[in-house]
Structure formats: structure tokens, C-alpha cells
């Protein structure tokens, strides 16, 4: 069966894996979206870590992904048109969400959408925010309290805590009553207190090793050296929350009292819901290091490729 297209849009696309030279604006047709679908007219898309780990192949037996691909996964924008069996949307309606990673689709003038991923925006939120919130607040909590059960009194360690992940994990355990110790490079270190850290490592000067014990939680995106570090700061019962690692969960501390736990990236339309009503209410910040115009998208992937980005890199497509 072939799907009908009406419309035809641009896209930021690459036909196979590769590296940032892969990547261009073309044209593309659109479909209709189906009975349970709708169709967004996307004012900003977020740039993550994910685009270029998608890109570079290394994700291809998690997320095979068919070709060409459209860039992205954080979306915000307006429901121009919805599936003839869609109940939670309206034509006009504000919506953000997360599109699932093997399909993209981000990067581009308009996408499609399963009703059941998306999420309203309140009205206090705007389009740059919403789009800042799937991927990077969604993991955040889903380490923080899914996985790691995060409880209030409790002592967590946040590393790159100046990245999109690490700023929302931040405030988020700051909100949940937790003791916070962030490490990030001296130059962020008053935005992370600012964001409600208890205590911030310049990771470029000092070892954390030799200032932090104890804690009942570790949130690692960074992996490696750094994650082999952290078990000896972890007391026992804790766990190790890993962004990178997906066998962590087979190995633990060797003292077999830690708890090594992988977060994979999940869609949750019920947490995102939760999560852009705290940023409604004010309680929740959005850090936003850039925001690039449509046609300098691949800008926005070689920003974040540089592992410099503090906060959200986003784009503004409709700008």
C-alpha cells in the first residue's frame, strides 16, 4: 500500500552513515498522517547527542534506521492536520514530544506524529522551551527516579552537570529534596549553584574522588574513565546511573552492594506532561546555550558534537 503525499517540504536528511558531511537540505514529500497520527508544523527542533551517535552508525543494531533520514527527535509546533480516529488533538493545538529515534524527524518543515507521543504545551510555555524538554528532561528523570529511585536527604553526584541532561538533573533533584554535588568546568560553575547544586567540582582541576563519599546516586553521561571512578564514591545499596554504558547493569561495583543501571531513552508523554508543567509553574529552568535558524541545522549538530554546549542547543525552524 502506498501512503498519500500532499505536501512537499525541507528536511535535513542523510542517505548513509557517516559523518557531519553527510548530512543536507533537501526536499522531501510528506505524507497524510494516518488514523492515529497527526501532523506538526515544527517551530523548533532540539539538536542531542543521539543525531550524531544516530549518524555515525554506532547506534545501528538499537536504531536501524531506514534511508534517507531526517535528523532529530525533540519537536515542538502546531497540529496542522490529524488522523481521521485522533481524539486528543485539534488542528491548532500547541504540542512537543519526542519522535521515536529509528523514524527522525526533527529537522525538518513538518513531521508525523503518533498521538499517544505527544504532549499539550501549557500555556505558559513557549515553543523554545517545550522543544528543549524531551529527550535531555525526560532522561534526566528517568535516571533520577525511575531507575534510580532518587529520595529525598539522599546525596547524588551529577557529572557533566552543565549539559542538556545534567542542567534539568540538577534542579530536578534539587525539587526532590536531595543533597547535590555537580562537577563542570569552572566557567559554569555559578549557572549550576544558580540551578540549585549544593556543592559544584571544576572536573578540569580537582578529582572528585577526593571530595565526594558516600553518595546514594551517580547520573554518568560521560562513561569511561569517569564512570570507573564514581563507584569508589558510592555507598552501598546506591547505584550508578549510566547514560553511555548498556551493560552496566551486568557488572556493578565489585563489592557487589552498587547497583550499575543503564537509562535508555524512552517515551514517556505522561512524565514530559509533568515536566513542562514545572517549567510552567516556574520551578524548573530551561538552559539554552544556542538557538540556530533552519538552514544552519548542521550548525547545530557540529555545536554539540564539540561536547562544549552548555544546556540546549535548538533549532529554530519556523523562525
Known sequence: MTLMTEKIMKALRFREYGSLDNVRMLACELRRPGPHEVRV??????????????????????????????????????????????????????????LDARVGGAFAEYAIAPEHGLCPIPEAVDFKSAAALPTAAGTAWLALFDIGCLRVKQKILIHAASGGVG????????????????????????????????????????????????????????GGETQERSWSVIKPDGVLVSLIDRVIGNRGDIRGKIRGAFAPLANNSATLHGIALLVASGQLKVVVDRVYRFEQAGSALEHVASGHSVGKVLVHVAG
Open 167 to 222: 542542567s534539568f538533573a540538577v534542579q530536578l533533584a534539587k525539587l526532590a529534596g536531595a543533597y547535590v554535588i555537580a562537577t563542570a568546568s569552572l566557567e559554569n560553575h555559578e549557572l549550576i549553584k544558580n540551578l540549585g547544586a549544593d556543592e559544584v567540582i571544576d572536573y578540569k582541576k580537582d578529582d572528585f574522588t577526593q571530595h565526594v563519599t558516600d553518595v546514594d546516586l551517580v547520573l554518568d553521561p560521560i
Open 41 to 98: 508544523r515544527i517551530e523548533f527542533a532540539g539538536a542531542n547527542p543521539l543525531d550524531l551517535k544516530l549518524l555515525s552508525g554506532q547506534m545501528a543494531t538499537i536504531f536501524p534506521l531506514d534511508f534517507a533520514y531526517t535528523v532529530g527527535t525533540d519537536i515542538s509546533g502546531v497540529v496542522e492536520a490529524t488522523g481521521e480516529l485522533v481524539q486528543r488533538f485539534k488542528c491548532g493545538d500547541r504540542v512537543f514530544g519526542r
